[in-house]
């Protein structure tokens, strides 16, 4: 293992022998790492590695079990994040935590609100607010509720808000995994402004080529230990996989037979979700794997939630050549189609449950004996979830919010295929997974659609539904603007439906 060697006189922050236990359970152990003034420093690895609970300790939100942390060679120990913030260590978490009730301003200054004498000075928290995003890329209104904004509008939000606070140490926890391109790009140049101002940058992403793009330095977890560190000119993507899962990732997406001319199964006529999606018309056939392309905001999410009942909406489905009205998901949940939420951890799973409570819910009714719910069998499935979706976890009776983010996904999957469904649709897949747990979820979404299953997926990495998927709607201002198939399922072709420019302006 070579390694990226760092004077003492220029770091910024040194952590040595961190390590954390839950229980029995030893999560990091052993972690030297350290920061330079003015130096991206990305942290890799899988989900599970330990990454996260690397950031929370270096920003005061847990406390190592064991280790030393220096800041300016001086040691330094943190009774909370604010004790942390002091010392000018922000973090920007991977979950958003945000007032959903307050508009974006108000989350931006939250608890540091600006005042005009006795009264707080609403316009100049407004305009504060209005310049935080747009250095972001973004031109979110800052009189906006935070619960009417996307995901990665609130993922934006929270950066705006994080960045205000004095800082020299600034901690990005997978701060990309929602945003667009565009968005993404305009994050890059923000973290190179604040790095050309001498701030240290500790950087978690699963997007490795925008690892490679920022980083400076590459340290690589795995199983909770440091297993290389590197200037990030040694290393290639690849390399950077290798690294992290211990094998050669050389093939992601798995091998797919030629999809066959089969019955349609779901036909969509007109359907409008009032304020999102408007005349969207497609149909899905029996084992195909469609795919729904657009920009954050196009109204993918929206029509899908309309589609099963999960919004109003109004137009014709036909389900096996029979109309159907799904006034609520259960109904779709019924008739055999399930919807995999984006926001695994708000809407997919109830986090502070235990393992046996997220995967039985939907489907208690398979479970229930004579006067009460047969334990047994439900622990039965549990095993076989395990062993069928390779959930790793140190014990059956965890929390699913203790678990990582891939293994999450793995769970939510299991979970909805408790109820047997011949339409799956997935929305946002492997958000925020790491490439091992990616290779394991495109392979689960192939062996459905050889089983005679019916997907749709709804993303925002254009590789990932160009790799799995047979035919690519794409969705643009709440309609659906073009097919892709064939030759024509490329990251160009794809861009200029999704942003309505001409093919010799894209080019």
């Known amino acids: ?137 973004s031109d979110i209104d800052p009189n906006t509720i935070v619960s009417r904004l996307s995901i990665a509008q609130r993922q934006l939000v929270q950066i705006a808000r994080v960045l205000l606070v004095p ?38 992403s699963h997007r490795l080529p925008e690892v490679k793009e920022i980083a400076d330095r590459v340290t690589v977890l795995r199983d909770g230990r440091l297993v290389a560190s590197h200037n990030t000119s040694e290393l290639q993507p ?40 408007q005349d969207a018309s497609f149909q899905l056939r029996k084992g195909e794997i469609l795919g729904f392309a657009g920009l954050v905001g196009a109204g993918r999410t929206e029509l899908m939630e309309g589609m099963v009942g999960l919004r109003p909406s109004r137009g014709t489905v036909r389900h096996l050549g029979k109309p159907v009205n799904f006034r609520d998901v259960h109904a779709s949940l019924k008739a055999g189609i399930v919807y995999l939420s984006e926001d695994r951890k708000g809407k997919g799973l109830l986090l502070t449950k235990d393992l046996i409570v997220n995967l039985t819910l939907a489907s208690l009714g398979k479970f229930a004996g004579v006067l009460q719910i047969d334990r047994k069998r439900e622990s039965a499935a549990l095993d076989k979830a395990i062993r069928d979706f390779d959930i790793r976890t140190g014990a059956k009776d965890i929390l699913a919010g203790q678990l990582s983010g891939g293994n999450q996904q793995k769970l939510l999957l299991a979970k909805m295929m408790l109820l047997d469904p011949s339409i799956v649709i997935i929305d946002e897949p492997t958000r925020g997974i790491d490439i091992g747990n990616k290779e394991q979820i495109y392979k689960f979404i192939a062996n459905l659609a050889e089983e005679g299953r019916s997907i749709i997926v709804v993303s925002s990495e254009m590789p990932e539904l160009i790799g799995i998927c047979d035919r690519i709607l794409v969705m643009r201002s709440g309609r659906i603007v073009g097919e892709v198939t064939g030759d024509h399922m490329n990251e160009n072709e794809i861009v200029v439906l999704a942003t309505g420019v001409t093919k010799e302006e894209a080019a």
């Open 1 to 137: 293992m070579s390694s990226a060697e760092t004077s003492p006189a220029a770091l910024l922050f040194e952590a040595t022998g961190l390590s954390k236990t839950f229980g029995i359970v030893e999560v990091l152990k052993d972690i030297n790492i350290n920061l330079r003034a003015g130096e991206v420093h990305a942290i890799i690895g899988e989900n599970g590695a330990g990454k996260s609970t690397l950031m929370k300790i270096i920003a005061g939100n847990q406390p190592p079990t064991r280790g030393e942390m220096k800041i300016d060679g001086e040691t330094v120990t943190f009774s909370g994040p604010v004790d942390a913030e002091h010392r000018g260590i922000v973090l920007v978490h991977q979950e958003i935590l945000l007032a959903p009730d307050l508009t974006v301003a108000q989350n931006i200054y939250l608890g540091r609100e600006l005042h005009k004498g006795v009264f707080i000075d609403d316009r100049a928290m407004n305009e504060g607010a209005a310049k935080a995003v747009r250095d972001l890329g």
């Open 167 to 204: 800082h020299r140490i600034v901690i990005f926890d997978e701060p990309t995994a929602s945003l667009t391109p565009h968005e993404t790009d305009a994050l890059l140049k923000v973290i190179r402004q604040i790095r050309a101002k001498g701030v240290g940058v500790l950087y978690i």
């Open 238 to 277: 690849a390399d950077m996989a290798r690294l992290m899962v211990g094998r050669d990732v050389a093939k992601l997406y798995p091998d797919r037979h030629a999809a066959q001319a089969r019955e349609t199964v779901l036909e969509v006529e007109h359907l409008n979700v009032p304020g999102y999606a």
